[in-house]
């Protein structure tokens, strides 16, 4: 088993980043891998409630989000400083993720076999 | 050591595609042992067997293909990544009744999976064109 980190660093709409992250996140779960999967960045705002991209013809990625704890993906964090920049701070998020610090993810990523970011 | 690379970018587009295939050719020539080659998202146009350059381009495409027969390497293309972006193979074309086939033969069609079975196999998987 390996310890595979995600970095999610992409809005939910605009791109099929979001959606190409989740699928590797899902497959490595299906896989039995440790995951951690961390929203920074960008990424934070792909944890906001209530997203109706439907009249961009977009699929709400998101809505999807709920799904990781079914295949057992648990340790999902949260960068407190890419909230605080977007005037995030305090915001109900979709799901529930461990606020963590720069140095958190640095020690994230350091105690990591493999890290892919989108 | 063991790699695998991660390609997302489409050739001509973005400098990742070039990127990797001289990342994988330095690899190769410093000893390294190349696991798998897994073109996700927009790179599967790397995989486009009917893509036609410039003659005063670099056609990527070529020189993967000839790099992945010489070295006879394992070069996968996401399926879904694949289907939407016109690249099948003739058992796709035919399934979809799409009117040609457009993989290259070097390369085959599977999924995350692969991606997965390669990150447990690889001493390193790393990522070109993000």
Not at chain 2, 71 to 94: F, I, Q, T
Request: hydrophobic share 45%; net charge negative; aromatic share 8%.
């Amino acid at each position: 088993m390996k310890t595979l980190t995600f970095l999610a660093r992409s809005g939910p709409v605009g791109s099929s980043r979001p959606k190409a992250l989740l699928d590797m996140v899902l497959s490595a779960a299906v896989f039995e891998q440790k995951i951690n999967f961390i929203f920074l960045d960008d990424g934070v705002y792909q944890l906001l409630p209530d997203q109706d991209p439907a009249r961009l013809a977009a699929k709400n990625v998101s809505s999807a989000l709920p799904a990781l704890e079914l295949y057992g993906v648990d340790k999902v964090y949260v960068d407190t400083e890419s909230l605080q920049k977007r005037g995030l701070s305090g915001r109900p998020l979709l799901i529930s993720a461990k606020a963590c610090n720069a140095d958190e993810v640095r020690s994230l990523l350091a105690d990591a076999d493999m890290v892919f970011g989108l | 050591m063991i790699i695998s690379l991660v390609i997302h970018g489409a050739p001509g587009t973005t400098q990742g595609a070039q990127t990797a295939l001289s990342f994988c050719q330095a690899a190769l020539a410093a000893g390294h042992q190349i696991y798998r080659l897994f073109f996700y998202e927009d790179g599967v146009h790397n995989a486009h067997a009917l893509a036609v350059w410039p003659q005063d381009e670099r056609d990527l495409h070529a020189d993967w293909a000839a790099l992945i027969r010489a070295n006879k390497l394992d070069a996968v293309v996401c399926v879904a990544s694949a289907l939407k972006r016109g690249v099948l193979n003739d058992e796709e074309a035919s399934r979809y009744e799409k009117p040609a086939a457009s993989l290259d033969a070097g390369f085959d069609i599977s999924g995350l999976g692969q991606w997965v079975d390669a990150c447990l196999h690889s001493d390193r998987v790393v990522s070109f064109g993000v």
